[in-house]
């Protein structure tokens, strides 16, 4: 699991893709990291923040835990809506939520922010197989 797999699913999701705008290619404005389109609003970046082993067997890992921050940027204060639909999509998808801070306002930029940290662990091969 990495950070393109989760744009993967996110972008999979109508029920949040429809509440994000359009770049100029018509694709749902969720982005790995930074942005081509600085100004394409609403959207999503979505960052690997941490990536450890949690369960091991003869001291090799078995289980590994991968933590992602989600920000949410807009224009105008759309981002209960789309912080909702982005929960939901992460829960049916096997995320938790491990974090969540408040609405911002970036006054010189004129932008909302939120932004969410899930978490999900995923099995990984036995070594002796």
């Given at each position: 699991?990495?950070?393109?797999?989760?744009?993967?699913?996110?972008?999979?999701?109508?029920?949040?893709?429809?509440?994000l705008?359009?770049?100029?290619?018509?694709?749902?404005?969720?982005y790995q990291i930074l942005s081509p389109e600085a100004?394409?609003?609403?959207?999503?970046?979505v960052f690997e923040s941490d990536r450890?082993?949690?369960?091991?067997?003869?001291?090799?890992?078995?289980e590994e835990e991968i933590t992602f921050r989600i920000d949410i940027y807009a224009r105008e204060n759309l981002l209960y809506?789309?912080?909702?639909?982005?929960?939901?999509?992460?829960r049916r998808n096997g995320y938790q939520r491990y974090g969540q801070v408040q609405d911002d306002y970036l006054q010189d930029m004129d932008i909302y922010v939120k932004s969410a940290t899930y978490t999900i662990k995923d099995?990984?091969?036995?070594?002796?197989?």
């Open positions: 699991m990495d950070a393109s797999t989760l744009v993967d699913e996110l972008l999979a999701s109508p029920e949040l893709t429809t509440l705008a359009t770049d100029p290619y018509g694709n749902p404005a969720i100004e394409v609003f609403p959207q999503l970046a450890e082993y949690t369960r091991f067997a003869d001291d090799q890992p078995l809506p789309i912080n909702a639909a982005l929960h939901s999509t992460m099995q990984l091969p036995f070594p002796w197989e």
